[in-house]
């Protein structure tokens, strides 16, 4: 049972346009969403997070939008750089931080 | 500031046979987590520790999976026997604290262990 979703395993962008990453989740006891990116061998690194009481959070190109009514969020990149190809796990966690909880991932390819 | 060290880094095995995996979180950390992910699968948490007691467990598989975390610094996973499905890249991360007043603090994660088994 897939508590964390990312229906998209793949998405290619042009350099410079928006890129926009989904995820969906079913457990309504969430509280915190974290977005991760990982490089072909190495760990995950945090990108930003954002709590179930706001519905928006920037940290320079990238936002994160919750719509905690639909259990939807959503990684904006703009503008989308080739640095940014990695592949992005959406997370969620309770309002302790247990029961971390990773989506299957997407894999961003930006094209110059 | 050094990041989470992992050894070692890749590790093949024959099945049923033993394996350790050895994490050296970031100094200070008082939370440890290792995560199994299987290829094309996101990382699925194993066990959490915060200092050097256990957290959470829930999903770690105790017939065969052991983990410890000795003095609350370092830690050590174990797989005995290995079975053909654990092959994965076993991830270690830690974060500052364990909010117990709610809240979650940044996981830094490792480069991971890839371990497969034939």
């Known amino acids: 049972d897939q508590q964390v979703k990312q229906n998209s395993p793949s998405l290619s962008v042009q350099e410079g346009r928006i890129s926009i990453l989904n995820c969906d989740y079913t457990n309504s006891m969430f509280d915190y969403f974290l977005w991760y990116k990982k490089y072909p061998a190495e760990g995950p690194t945090f990108l930003i997070s954002?709590?179930?009481?706001?519905d928006k959070n920037e940290d320079g190109r990238f936002t994160v939008f919750l719509n905690k009514s639909a259990k939807h969020l959503s990684l904006h990149i703009v503008p989308s750089q080739p640095g940014d190809s990695a592949v992005y796990f959406c997370a969620a966690s309770g309002n302790y931080g247990q029961n971390f909880v990773f989506g299957p991932g997407t894999r961003l390819s930006v094209l110059p | 500031e050094a990041g989470v060290a992992q050894s070692p880094r890749y590790k093949i095995i024959e099945k049923r046979q033993s394996v350790a995996f050895w994490c050296n979180p970031i100094s200070g950390h008082a939370t440890l987590y290792w995560y199994q992910q299987i290829l094309g699968q996101g990382p699925k948490l194993l066990i959490q520790f915060q200092n050097n007691g256990v957290v959470d467990d829930s999903q770690l598989p105790k017939d065969r999976f052991s983990a410890e975390r000795l003095k609350g610094v370092d830690s050590t996973l174990k797989i005995q026997p290995a079975k053909l499905e654990d092959s994965a890249v076993y991830l270690c991360?830690?974060?500052?604290?364990?909010?117990?007043?709610?809240?979650?603090?940044?996981?830094?994660f490792g480069p991971g262990t890839r371990l497969t088994v034939l």
């Open positions: 954002i709590s179930s009481i706001k």
């Open positions: 991360a830690s974060s500052r604290l364990y909010r117990s007043g709610g809240g979650t603090d940044t996981q830094y």
